[in-house]
């Protein structure tokens, strides 16, 4: 049937969250998203779990937020996060009183400030500049983004939730002054159906808008686009933020493998958020930051870069856009506008996800007079759920490296993943020891349509060699288990690479020049994807 | 000091041609090689000319060379003109065949190739075992067993059983699942064509690998197997072929390439045979230039024993090899620091599109219609370049790679011997 | 502008060609083993992420360097595997690892007693206790120990070799002194007939590659200071070191700063391979070989370039070397490692592997007829001398015996 309690439009973070709250609190909900989940500024932004500190100055309210989040995350998100903790470093040329108004600020905030000498600071994390004056330490981490909704997908789904990815919503389904349902429409098959409930929630993100607009809604959002750099491995343990008002390029996080240097703020127009590359001024100025946090990223390899855009919204309904806020914004149309049954969540930031969620769930129960409270900050996501050394125990005996790998992307889901079977350990890729094993249970068990989909849950063509080796031999078992044709197969084998040459390009020099001509020469040349020239018969 | 007549900078397909050119008219050479080369992940074939610069195809190379030189007039084929393309290219072929390459195909009419991932495309010359046709539309037979070995991740059976039904050929895949194979299984990392050819180097293993086909293949015409045997041993797929009383070809996997690497092997043995001497895991440091010529190199591992020839050529390769080196601002030739052909906006030399040509793939060191390298804008009197380090060409667009490698080492050979 | 250090990660350099995996001697026989790209590149990356994951199999690297030899992108892999293993193994060494990597010490207590200890180590008792004690493979052979060392021979020749105006030290390495010195005998032979005197160091220690691979970094490094030390001393007075054993200048030259992070860049010119030295004499010092007195026999050589050689790049020298012995008819083996890797053929667990990896090498011995094999490293002299019929000489044994 096509009758629903809740209508959630979106799947990064926020429209995740929303249906896991909903589906925790018994209350049917499905949601629909136009393209794989986390592909929104959910899957393009720091990975930074947030202590709060950078706000506690300049915005004491989501600096509370912030630090409260942070802490129920370790807990329920335990393998989505790594608690690496964090500097606020002070460098020859910064104002030290600011610092002092730091610390103050952070523990006004509830935020742990510990003020350091700069060279035991430097002692335990030897990556930051030699020349600084002055360090903080507070309890930032960092957090996978895209597991992080895998998860909350995962968890909502084992309870009677429903997600249709590749769906995308063409159309609000309105009767006077209520909004009953949506147009959908299936990417894959063409097929256009509707879907009915006395809810609907927008959790588009910047998208929001447009998706408003299908109700003749006005929410203003103003984008900006933000510019990322990744680089080849994990330089730093802890996080290395600058102590000063924030800025351009002043966060270096560290990630599973890597590292990457954040971010840039520039206004988009509306019409170009689909649109986003990375221009030779932003990594200029990436370059530029990270090698006043970290002297040694002048000389590191670069892998790849990527824009994402914020979802800024103008919270009182300005027009102009002149109060635009960052803090949690939740609309409901019904007391705004006079629409019933449609809400809007926005705003905020990956990492206070969860209580966006709660909010709009709470808005949802009360206005269908569900009496459930919220509990998705005690209960733990699956993957969060067991310990290090209980999940070793359960997992078959197999090389070190792809079991610590299992355990460390999906903590107690691993024991799923774990095969005694010599071919199922087999490493798909090997810059970051993806096993078959893991594949096929991503294709199985995860909502993979696509090679971009499985480099979400699993990591593929994000080393070094950016799909270089794993793409082909991904796109291989993709094929086999999704029984595609050869020539979608192909086709996606294509888009895939052509994807990660878009995040290249921008800094291809050096080493990551060298790979990508290996990468051309094996793919295009050897291998004859991408051909242009061919005839219709050797198409295929 | 070491003395040479020639010192030759770079040990890939190009380097060793010149170099057997010149050992063979008694050259002292010596071939300084910073790592093993990119005939490592060759495809089983030599492309000559595939596509002229606008995308057109290319059937008959030769044929195409007066359209390329009106579209191209910077190709090294256009330096080296008509006459010369034609007679360097039967020579290339011939000095492959002498060294043990053997190899169907002619530089007049392109012929096809099947790729790892199923695709038909042209190129001048393949090497013996592996599967091509004339006539990309159909096979000269009507079935084929197709075989692949458990575990074995780089290799497509799917998307090739796909297409020669397509063109007409019934195909029947079979796996093949030997205790040696899963015994190398067991490392998660390592089951790649290289220790696969490893393995049916051994006799025993071809044996029970003949058994395997014979019995499978019975109601097929033709046996088909992954491009991983023979790396030690040149006569596998002969003596699989033989023992089933079937032919036998090999398909292209992903790399490493056990033919290339094979051939890299045939080309060196020849060299040094031929009394040449190879480098191999050293890098040129430092450079004794005066008045527009090389006095003497330095090495990484000869220290300040210098090297010097009567002639030097660089053949050091594109940038995978680093023989060109791109920084943010600009591209280098990191040894002379020739003249390189190159955009300085760095915005020029992609564009976001992987599959439309990008420009950084044409940029080269410049030379003059001889090969002879030019620094600031001079000529180097007794330097000479050639392969893929030469710029004003697009090898993948045009699919000519290895034509350049070995046509223009063979010119820059001559014109030395010339001297 | 350097290719080869472009920063301190040089495993960054690495695009994941897989050259190196071809080339890797252990990856050929051992699927135990991750391989020089997992074990090194991919697997550093993952190391820096958490400790855990290394993987204890790295322990089957031979350091043999032929990865990197083959690497295009200027890698240092055998050195990031190395590396990974000091600072992150957990294997405590055993006292079987001790036994073999201290040479000093078993040299010094075993040389008074040598007669007894080589006959008792032929005693095939001897050999299976050794096996069942301390893991040694019984097949392995053991070098035979010397009565007299080549230090307290070279002490007895110190006021002849003072008489020569030019002088060369020689740091003769822990082979030549306890077990085979008639090698340094031929090598002051060659080098006075050259117009040189031969002098030891002022302090020598056993370059210290066994302890390095065995794990006893903290002792190679205190060696390794006092060597270079030695070396240094020598410098200043303008005498140069020369070394027989390509191993001990490879690591003097390279492990120490990579490895044992010993800074040598003011001394690394200052000690090199004999042979090496001696191509200087002839062709840039021109030095006229017609001086000397060749005995003109006929010999059908065959010279294995050992691995740490092949890296250093310096098997020329001693092939040139070779090609001055008049009638000599010189075949170059195919690259190919012997196998033995120093200690690492003595260990049961790998005994196997070894001969495995050398067999090829063995077979194209064999085959040739040789009348000699000729090898600048001792160790694949035993393995040679242990897996073939034919007996494995130095080049400058070979040279020393043209002139007799």
Same mark, same amino acid.
């Given at each position: 049937m096509n009758e629903y309690e809740v209508i959630i439009i979106g799947g990064g973070a926020t429209g995740a969250g929303v249906l896991r709250d909903c589906c925790l609190r018994g209350l049917k909900a499905i949601l629909v998203e136009?393209?794989?989940?986390?592909?929104g500024a959910t899957g393009r932004n720091h990975g930074l779990l947030h202590s709060g500190a950078r706000y506690a100055v300049t915005d004491q309210e989501s600096a509370c937020e912030c630090i409260k989040e942070n802490k129920i995350l370790r807990r329920i998100a335990s393998h989505c996060v790594e608690g690496t903790d964090g500097f606020f470093i002070s460098l &020859?040329?910064?104002?030290?009183s600011f610092q002092t108004k730091f610390v103050e600020s952070c523990l006004k905030a509830g935020i742990d400030a510990e003020v350091y000498d700069p060279k035991e600071a430097l002692a335990i994390e &030897?990556?930051?500049? &030699?020349?600084?004056?002055g360090a903080v330490r507070v309890p930032d981490g960092s957090i996978d983004p895209f597991r992080l909704t895998a998860s909350n997908i995962q968890d909502a789904k084992s309870h009677h939730g429903t997600v249709l990815t590749?769906?995308?919503?063409?159309g609000l389904i309105r009767e006077n002054d209520t909004i009953t349902g949506v147009e959908v429409l299936?990417?894959?098959?063409?097929e256009k159906f509707k879907l009915y409930a006395p809810i609907i929630v927008n959790?588009?993100?910047?998208w929001g808008s447009h998706i408003a607009e299908y109700a003749d809604l006005k929410v203003s959002m103003f984008p900006a686009k933000g510019a990322l750099l990744i680089y080849g491995?994990?330089?730093?343990?802890i996080v290395l933020n600058r102590c000063r008002k924030p800025s351009d390029a002043d966060i270096l996080v560290p990630g599973d493998t890597i590292c990457l240097i954040g971010t840039t703020s520039t206004k988009v127009p509306? #019409?170009?958020?689909?649109?986003m590359h990375v221009l030779p001024e932003e990594v200029e100025i990436l370059r530029k930051g990270a090698g006043e946090l970290s002297p040694i990223l002048d000389k590191t390899r670069i892998l790849r870069c990527y824009a994402g855009v914020r979802p800024l919204v103008a919270s009182d309904n300005d027009p102009t856009g002149?109060?635009?806020?960052?803090g949690i914004v939740l609309f409901d149309h019904e007391s705004r506008?006079?629409?019933?049954g449609f809400i809007t969540i926005t705003g905020g930031k990956l990492m206070t996800y969860r209580l966006m969620a709660e909010k709009a769930t709470d808005l949802i129960c009360e206005k269908l007079n569900v009496k459930k409270k919220c509990e998705t900050s005690s209960l733990k996501l699956p993957g969060s759920r067991e310990d290090k050394e209980t999940i070793l125990k359960k997992?078959?005996?197999?090389p070190i490296s792809i079991k610590e790998s299992l355990i460390y992307r999906?903590?107690?889901?691993?024991e799923k993943m774990s095969n005694e079977d010599g071919v199922n350990n087999s490493l798909v890729c090997e810059c970051e020891e993806v096993s078959a094993g893991e594949v096929l249970y991503a294709i199985d068990?995860? #909502?993979?349509?696509?090679l971009i989909d499985l480099r979400r849950r699993?990591?593929?063509?994000?080393?070094?060699c950016q799909g270089e080796l794993c793409a082909c031999r991904a796109s291989g078992m993709l094929g086999k288990y999704k029984k595609k044709c050869s020539y979608r197969a192909k086709e996606d084998l294509s888009l895939f690479l052509n994807e990660r040459w878009k995040g290249i390009y921008p800094i291809a020099w050096g080493d990551s020049l060298r790979e990508s001509q290996y990468s051309a020469w094996v793919?295009?040349?050897?291998?004859?994807?991408?051909?242009?020239?061919?005839?219709k018969d050797d198409e295929i | 000091m070491m003395k040479f007549d020639v010192v030759i900078i770079g040990g890939g397909l190009s380097g060793l041609t010149c170099g057997i050119r010149l050992a063979q008219e008694g050259k002292k050479c010596v071939i300084i090689s910073s790592g093993q080369s990119a005939?490592?992940?060759?495809? =089983?074939s030599f492309d000559?000319?595939?596509?002229?610069?606008?995308g057109t195809r290319v059937t008959n190379p030769l044929e195409s060379l007066s359209d390329l030189s009106l579209l191209n007039p910077t190709h090294p084929y256009v330096k080296m003109g008509k006459e010369r393309f034609a007679a360097l290219a039967e020579e290339s072929k011939q000095l492959l065949e002498g060294v043990g390459i053997h190899t169907k195909g002619s530089y007049k009419k392109n012929h096809y190739r099947i790729t790892p991932l199923a695709m038909v495309k042209s190129t001048w010359l393949t090497m013996m075992d592996f599967l091509s046709t004339?006539?990309?539309?159909?096979?000269?037979?009507?079935s084929f067993a197709l075989f692949n070995f458990v =575990?074995?991740?780089?290799?497509y059976p799917d998307y090739l059983s796909e297409k020669f039904e397509r063109m007409g050929v019934k195909t029947q895949k079979f796996s093949i699942d030997l205790s040696s194979v899963e015994r190398m299984r067991r490392n998660p990392s390592e089951l790649r064509s290289t220790n696969i050819a490893r393995l049916f180097d051994e006799e025993e293993a071809r044996k029970n690998l003949i058994r395997i086909l014979e019995e499978k293949a019975a109601d097929y015409e033709v046996v088909l197997l992954p491009a991983?045997? =023979?790396?030690?041993?040149?006569n596998v797929i002969s003596e699989l072929s033989k023992a089933i009383g079937k032919p036998v070809y090999v398909v292209a996997t992903f790399p490493p390439s056990v033919a290339g690497i094979r051939a890299q092997y045939l080309l060196k043995q020849k060299f040094m045979r031929l009394g040449g001497m190879y480098m191999l895991g050293d890098t040129v440091n430092r450079v004794d230039m005066k008045e527009n010529s090389i006095n003497k190199i330095f090495t990484v591992n000869h220290g300040d024993i210098p090297i010097v020839g009567d002639d030097y050529i660089l053949c050091s390769g594109s940038f995978f090899s680093q023989g060109l080196v791109a920084l943010p601002d600009k591209v280098i030739d990191?040894?002379?620091g020739l003249d390189i052909d190159y955009?300085?906006?760095?915005?020029?030399?992609?564009?976001?599109?992987?599959?439309?040509?990008?420009?950084?793939?044409?940029?080269g060191v410049e030379t003059n219609n001889d090969f002879l390298a030019i620094k600031d804008k001079k000529i180097v009197r007794n330097l000479h370049a050639c392969g893929?380090?030469? =710029?004003?060409?697009?090898a993948l667009k045009e699919g000519c790679g290895s034509g350049v490698s070995l046509l223009t080492a063979l010119y820059v050979a001559e014109e030395i011997l010339r001297k | 502008m350097d290719l080869i250090n472009?920063?301190?990660?040089?495993?960054?350099?690495?695009?994941?060609?897989?050259?190196?995996t071809v080339y890797c001697p252990v990856l050929a026989v051992n699927p135990d083993f991750p391989g020089p790209k997992h074990g090194g590149p991919d697997q550093e990356r993952l190391r820096l992420k958490?400790?855990?994951?290394?993987?204890?199999?790295?322990?089957?690297?031979?350091?043999?360097?032929r990865c990197e030899v083959a690497c295009p992108s200027n890698v240092r892999i055998g050195d990031i595997i190395q590396k990974a293993r000091l600072k992150y193994s957990r294997h405590k060494p055993t006292v079987r690892d001790f036994f073999l990597s201290h040479t000093d010490l078993v040299g010094t207590i075993s040389t008074p007693v040598a007669p007894i200890i080589n006959s008792s180590l032929k005693l095939d008792s001897t050999k299976y206790l050794l096996e069942h004690v301390?893991?040694?493979?019984?097949r392995r052979l053991f070098p035979t120990y010397t009565h007299e060392k080549f230090v307290s021979w070279m002490k007895k020749q110190e006021e002849e070799q003072r008489r020569f105006k030019k002088q060369v030290c020689y740091f003769h390495g822990c082979y030549v002194n306890y077990n085979y010195p008639s090698l340094g005998k031929d090598l002051v032979k060659v080098m006075n007939l050259l117009g040189y005197g031969v002098q030891l160091l002022k302090k020598e220690k056993c370059c210290g590659v066994a302890l390095i691979s065995n794990g006893y970094f903290a002792q190679a490094k205190i060696q390794g200071r006092i060597n270079l030390n030695s070396i240094r001393k020598a410098a200043q007075n303008n005498i140069s070191t020369i070394a027989t054993s390509s191993t001990c200048v490879l690591t003097m030259r390279d492990e120490y700063p990579?490895?044992?992070?010993?800074?040598?860049k003011d001394i690394k010119?200052?000690?090199?391979?004999a042979t090496r030295f001696i191509y200087r004499l002839i062709e840039?010092?021109?030095?006229?070989?017609?001086?000397l007195k060749f005995n003109q026999k006929k010999w059908k050589v065959a010279y294995h370039t050992p691995c740490h050689l092949e890296k250093l790049g310096w098997e020329y020298y001693s092939i040139e070397l070779l090609k001055r012995i008049p009638n000599i008819e010189l075949t170059i083996l195919r690259?190919?490692?012997?196998?033995?890797a120093g200690t690492y053929g003595f260990k049961k667990e790998n005994y196997d592997y070894s001969q495995k990896i050398g067999a090829p090498l063995f077979k194209e011995i064999e085959e040739g007829n040789f009348d000699y094999v000729v090898t600048d490293c001792e160790t694949c002299k035993w393995q040679i001398e242990m897996s073939t019929s034919k007996k494995c000489l130095h080049p400058i044994t070979l040279f020393a015996m043209a002139l007799e």
């Open positions: 136009r393209f794989d989940i986390a592909t &020859p040329g910064d104002d030290l &030897p990556s930051m500049n &030699p020349s600084v004056i590749y769906h995308e919503v063409i299936d990417k894959k098959t063409g959790a588009g993100g910047i491995h994990r330089v730093n343990k509306y #019409d170009q958020i689909d649109n002149r109060s635009v806020s960052r506008d006079g629409l019933k997992i078959y005996s197999m999906h903590g107690d889901i691993a068990h995860m #909502d993979v349509n696509n699993t990591r593929i063509g994000m080393g070094t793919y295009q040349s050897v291998c004859g994807l991408g051909d242009n020239n061919k005839t | 005939l490592h992940f060759s495809s =089983g000559l000319l595939n596509s002229l610069p606008d004339d006539d990309p539309k159909t096979f000269n037979c009507k =575990g074995y991740l780089d290799f991983c045997l =023979g790396l030690e041993n040149a990191p040894i002379f955009s300085p906006n760095r915005q020029d030399w992609y564009t976001a599109n992987v599959y439309d040509k990008q420009r950084y793939l044409t940029f893929a380090i030469l =710029g004003g060409f697009d | 472009k920063s301190d990660n040089n495993f960054e350099q690495c695009i994941k060609c897989t050259v190196c958490m400790p855990s994951f290394y993987d204890e199999a790295n322990k089957f690297c031979m350091n043999c360097k301390m893991q040694i493979d019984h990579h490895l044992l992070e010993l800074d040598n010119e200052h000690i090199e391979l840039d010092d021109h030095f006229d070989l017609s001086e690259p190919n490692c012997c196998g033995i």
